[in-house]
């Protein structure tokens, strides 16, 4: 009995070392080893170079924004006046920053549902596509669909932005070519970006259009990794592809879809490149305004620093409100409860 | 590695001699299923051809119609954006910084993630939480104070300034993924390396990094695109220094309302997503491998 408890342990001995090597007595040992300059060199380079540079470029400036945002510095003045929540305040009494904040809730709203629905769907196209008999398996011929789609997420967001402006042109633009040939007249010089109505759905649809293929790419690889007994199993009790779809490949990539979600988040509240390139000067009515935009015409062109440090920080509280909401929906919709593989 | 296996399923299929029958249902859904993604796939074409078509047509031509093809295949466009519009220097200035962060970022991140996936002290899971920090703030928090950083340090408008924040804001991402990629090597072979008198630094370069090869790879394409494609940081700490290809590109779109020269501008277009789109389909096999391998973990 004692002699089987002391294998086991032994054996979670090993497990364990595994897991966490630093506790296992290697570790120990070479700790008592002296310090050499070989040891110490590798230490000073390996981590402290790296860290210098982030810590510089990186963590200084992110807390240095909350310091300026709370005095109404002007960037080249020497004299930095505290003045405590005035900028905050400022800004929410400010119509055209509120305006620009509505248009990121709107963004954050609508580009993440809509990205990952039609990608979701695409991607179970894909994978599930194929003969409803025999070994699972996904559409024939389905890797062109794969490479085609990726193609956007190669493409800078600058050169998109660019190349969709001069699709939506109101004379030579692609779209209105199309719609007119296709007998709808109304469209012949109807400027897309330059209506209220349409600036913010059009822009919207490049955006989109830039992602789809990248998060189609990614729930497939998703999907692939579930083993395939449980896709025969389902199928054995009489699930349909529909069923089998909601029912078992959706929950078990929940994780993937949970990540989407909050990338795709996070860049509807910058969307900084998407809308300076289709309408850089906030569209019609400023209708496609956002935050970013705001902060970058603040700082840069009027040089209002602390006044924009304080946009920064509105933008950074939006960013993680919107990932912790993300992450408390799908805990209380029993995202932690799924069975995980 | 997911299209190794669809290969894999297309081969069974042929050789398999108990293949069964497709059922109407079946059918349908095939058929649904290609007309749908072949929708989607002329919606992503569609767009690319026509600026392809159209960096070969004057302006007018352009204007006349959208579709028509160019009644001759000039380059001239591409003469202009190249030289003219400056696509050419911009072009080479990306080259050299993207090359240069790309190269000292992978280096760099991977020696901060093998100490911080390897030896714990004190720290070094502080150290971990801040790279973390990084990856969830957004850029544009850090923009004001990096410009002001940049001008006190001298390399405001300077590529090497360019360079080092472009290295600073990939290193996160790096150090992240390239962590638990170290943390699962096994521990013996840094001992027998040790055993065979290597020390830390030989250890690193002449084992553990060859062996972290495939993690690099991931990695590394990832971050090439992100930095080529990176518009912010160079339109706000390198406004007037020598501009880089997005940056270029914003600028001589934005110069359009002046004089209008489409025809240049489809050409700039198209000089900056077709080398990267070639890339792209000579390495899309490994890199649909690096999709899943970064979503599996």
């Not at chain 1, 956007?152 to 969709?164: C, E």
């Not at chain 2, 001008?151 to 405001?156: F, P």
Request: aromatic residues 14%; contains cysteine; positive net charge.
């Amino acid at each position: 009995m004692t002699s089987v408890k002391a294998k086991t342990l032994r054996v979670g001995d090993g497990a364990s070392a595994v897991v966490v090597p630093e506790t296992a007595p290697p570790a120990n040992k070479r700790r008592r080893k002296p310090l050499t300059f070989d040891k110490i060199s590798f230490f000073v380079v390996f981590l402290g170079v790296p860290l210098a540079i982030y810590i510089i470029f990186v963590i200084w400036p992110f807390i240095q924004a909350f310091g300026y945002s709370l005095t109404d510095w002007s960037g080249f003045s020497p004299k930095q006046n505290f003045i405590g929540l005035q900028n905050y305040q400022k800004l929410f009494a400010d119509d055209v920053f509120m305006k620009a904040m509505g248009n990121n809730i709107l963004l954050v709203i609508f580009l993440p549902i809509i990205t990952i629905i039609l990608s979701l769907v695409l991607a179970t196209l894909v994978t599930v596509g194929g003969s409803s008999k025999g070994q699972i398996k996904g559409l024939r011929n389905s890797s062109f669909y794969r490479v085609v789609s990726f193609f956007p997420y190669t493409i800078p967001a600058i050169a998109i932005g660019i190349m969709w402006g001069q699709i939506y042109d109101p004379s030579g633009g692609l779209l209105n070519g199309i719609l007119t040939s296709l007998g709808m007249d109304q469209f012949k010089s109807y400027a897309w970006l330059g209506d209220k109505s349409t600036a913010m759905i059009a822009t919207m649809f490049v955006i989109v259009w830039g992602f789809i293929g990248f998060y189609m790419v990614l729930f497939v690889a998703g999907i692939k990794g579930i083993p395939a007994e449980l896709f025969e199993a389902a199928r054995i009790d009489g699930a349909g592809r529909f069923r089998t779809a909601v029912s078992i490949t959706i929950p078990l990539i929940r994780d993937n879809i949970q990540t989407a979600y909050i990338y795709m988040g996070i860049l509807a509240l910058d969307a900084f490149v998407y809308m300076a390139a289709l309408n850089s000067g906030g569209g019609p009515d400023n209708s496609t305004l956002v935050m970013s935009q705001q902060l970058f015409f603040t700082a840069f062109t009027k040089g209002q620093f602390g006044l924009a440090s304080a946009m920064g920080v509105v933008l950074a509280v939006a960013t993680l409100i919107f990932s912790g909401l993300v992450f408390l929906v799908n805990r209380l919709t029993g995202g932690d409860k799924d069975v995980s593989l | 590695m997911t299209t190794k296996i669809a290969s894999q399923d297309m081969k069974s299929l042929h050789f398999n001699p108990r293949k069964p029958a497709l059922t109407t249902g079946d059918r349908v859904v095939g058929a649904v299923s290609h007309t749908a993604l072949s929708i989607w796939s002329l919606i992503v074409i569609l767009p690319l051809l026509w600026t392809f078509m159209s960096s070969f047509k004057t302006s007018s031509e352009i204007f006349a119609s959208p579709f028509a093809l160019p009644s001759q295949w000039r380059f001239d466009n591409y003469v202009r954006a190249w030289t003219e519009a400056g696509i050419g220097s911009y072009f080479l200035n990306s080259v050299i910084v993207v090359g240069s962060a790309l190269v000292i970022v992978m280096v760099l991140g991977a020696m901060c993630a093998y100490v911080l996936g390897r030896y714990v002290f004190f720290g070094s899971k502080a150290i971990y939480y801040l790279m973390l920090a990084g990856l969830t703030f957004p850029i544009f928090l850090a923009m004001v104070p990096l410009f002001f950083v940049m001008r006190n340090i001298g390399l405001l408008n300077t590529l090497p300034g360019l360079i080092l924040v472009y290295v600073g804001f990939a290193l996160p991402f790096t150090v992240f993924f390239l962590f638990s990629f170290f943390k699962s090597l096994p521990h013996e072979i840094t001992e027998a390396a040790a055993l065979d008198g290597a020390g830390e630094w030989r250890t690193f370069f002449q084992v553990m990094l060859p062996m972290a090869k495939p993690g690099l790879a991931s990695v590394a394409i990832f971050n090439f695109l992100g930095l080529w494609n990176q518009f912010l940081i160079p339109v706000a700490i390198n406004a007037a220094g020598p501009r880089v290809l997005s940056q270029g590109l914003a600028a001589f779109a934005g110069q359009m309302g002046y004089a209008v020269d489409f025809g240049a501008l489809f050409a700039a277009v198209t000089v900056t997503v077709v080398p990267v789109l070639i890339v792209y389909i000579i390495f899309q096999r490994q890199l649909q491998g690096s999709v899943s391998q970064g979503t599996s973990k």
